[in-house]
């Protein structure tokens, strides 16, 4: 009865764990899909991270990686600079 109670409060305790991770995992997501929303999407990896998703994630990082990025020109390069001033 007793090793009932433990694993179930060690699950329950658990739960806890994973439902804040997946929260924090989410907002990080949703600044990821907007960086890659104005990324060209060609998924070409000429930047070195393989994807459009890799470059949105190492943006987070380093706001100067989107330099890497060599179809990324012209206006939509302007305005991916003004949308990386209003991004947190």
């Known amino acids: 009865m007793i090793s009932i109670i433990i694993l179930t409060g060690t699950a329950l305790i658990l ?14 997501d949703k600044r990821v899909s907007e ?3 104005m990324l060209p999407g060609l ?7 393989g994807s459009c998703k ?3 994630c190492e943006i987070l990082k380093n706001r100067e990686a989107y330099l890497n990025c ?3 020109r012209g206006e939509k390069k302007e305005a991916f600079i003004e ?3 209003t991004l947190k």
Not at 15 to 28: A, D, F, H, Q
């Open 43 to 49: 998924n070409c990896g000429g930047c070195g991270y």
């Open 83 to 85: 949308f990386l001033k």
């Open 35 to 37: 960086i890659e929303k």
């Open 54 to 56: 890799g470059m949105a």
């Open 70 to 72: 060599r179809p990324l």
């Open 15 to 28: 739960s806890v764990i994973l439902v804040v991770v997946n929260t924090l995992i989410n907002k990080e």
